[in-house]
């Protein structure tokens, strides 16, 4: 560090230029800038002179920065140049997960006279994963009866990578008996399902061995594969039924492992092996494999791992029941997380003036600082108060930061210092 420069402790923590509010705090708009995923650190984003519409030096002389929403320090102001650098390398996948685009907002603060500036960083995907399958082996179970057009749906290949970068399509090993018929699923990823072309005879070939191999648009394609084992057995004419096509339920967040989230039923008019039922998720992502599971005999789905409604509010679990003779009836469980109130407010100080000129006019910024709580509704609505029977006043300014200024003049002979207390509290 330069001799004279401040940490970002220090520049969080105080501002030592007097702060005049003036104009219009927020200016309209926003600024939009893009970064591809892994780039190296240093790496040119782009310049926000022109978009300032000042001139390089007003860049030190108002002690412009970067602050994002949620604190981190993604990129740096060079307020020699107006350049924004890269601080980190960016991962999209551990940010934004599978949400497209992948959008984080940020500020542009001028301090000395006070004015934000909105912009948002959008990082962009590179193909840097390979499709998996969850299952290496998928087995399924097919009745010698079944008649040709009859599909059988695939579980889906996992790719953390979106857009052309994601799975884009599947293929199936030569063999005379099925071939593939591609999918779209709600979330716009695409899946495959196994088309009987001609009857399968038991006695002839009791069992199929086939390779399903998942494909992403990269370029070059990344793949996967997976054995596709089909056990040819025999008639079965009733296939198992869910009591419901859809259970809905509510699950705090707060509740322990193994809680029980639902217990599904479902029925089948068969008798012996082809009557009984096998229960199982249908074409689950990792995260539901990691945070439910469900118990192939009961029908019980219980927590294997804690909630988090921050970071997901509701999951969509696709089942199935499967009886002896392989044929399969599906249902869905709709999970929504009930949030509690599990995360206190957070106060984060941009600025702070001190000492302060007895003199100074009314309205003077003492200080700039912003709220945060990652609860919702009332969990996640705050008040904002500090100390009766103070010259001071908290203004809001934009979103949830907030200014302390000086309501009247101060006579330093009267009194010298002052204590503030913010506090803070949400409606939880």
């Not at 929403?69 to 551990?94: F, H, M, S, V, W």
């Not at 469900?294 to 696709?318: C, M």
Request: proline letters at 6%.
């Amino acid at each position: 560090m330069e001799p004279g420069e401040r940490s970002p402790q220090q520049i969080r923590q105080a501002l030592l230029f007097f702060v005049f509010l003036g104009g219009s705090l927020v200016c309209s708009g926003t600024w939009r800038y893009s970064v591809a995923e892994e780039m190296e650190i240093g790496s040119f984003i782009g310049n926000v002179v022109k978009d300032i519409g000042l001139g390089v030096e007003d860049l030190a002389a108002r002690g412009a920065r970067v602050i994002f929403d949620d604190y981190k320090p993604y990129l740096q102001l060079d307020r020699q140049t107006g350049n924004l650098i890269l601080n980190e390398k960016l991962d999209r996948e551990a940010l934004c997960d599978l949400t497209e685009p992948c959008i984080l907002n940020f500020q542009i603060l001028l301090e000395n006279p006070l004015q934000f500036f909105r912009a948002e960083l959008r990082v962009k995907d590179i193909n840097d994963h390979t499709p998996t399958f969850l299952d290496k082996h998928i087995l399924l179970k097919i009745s010698e009866s079944t008649t040709p057009g009859t599909s059988f749906q695939m579980d889906s290949a996992q790719d953390l990578d979106v857009g052309k970068n994601a799975v884009q399509n599947y293929t199936l090993s030569p063999n005379p008996h099925f071939h593939l018929k591609l999918q779209d699923s709600e979330e716009g990823r695409k899946y495959a399902e196994l088309l009987l072309d001609q009857p399968l005879d038991r006695e002839k070939e009791p069992e199929l061995r086939l390779t399903l191999t998942a494909l992403d648009g990269g370029s070059p394609p990344r793949s996967a594969t997976a054995l596709v084992r089909v056990l040819v057995s025999d008639i079965n004419d009733n296939a198992p039924e869910f009591e419901r096509s859809v259970y809905e339920v509510l699950v705090p967040e707060n509740s322990p492992l193994d809680s029980l989230v639902v217990k599904v039923s479902a029925t089948d008019s068969d008798a012996g092996l082809n009557g009984e039922l096998s229960y199982s998720f249908s074409h689950a992502s990792r995260d539901i494999r990691k945070t439910f599971e469900i118990h192939p005999i009961s029908g019980e789905v219980r927590l294997k791992a804690l909630l988090d409604f921050e970071l997901i509010k509701s999951y969509t679990i696709n089942i199935q029941a499967i009886d002896g003779g392989g044929l399969s009836g599906k249902s869905a469980i709709l999970v929504s997380v009930v949030d509690v109130n599990d995360n206190p407010p957070e106060i984060v100080i941009t600025s702070l003036t001190s000492p302060i000129p007895e003199n100074s006019s009314p309205d003077m910024v003492v200080a700039v600082f912003s709220l945060r709580d990652q609860d919702s509704g009332d969990n996640g609505r705050m008040v904002c108060s500090i100390q009766d029977n103070l010259p001071f006043l908290l203004k809001p300014t934009f979103k949830n930061f907030y200014t302390l200024v000086t309501e009247s003049a101060l006579d330093r002979e009267k009194r010298a210092e002052y204590n503030i207390t913010i506090t803070v509290t949400d409606m939880g």
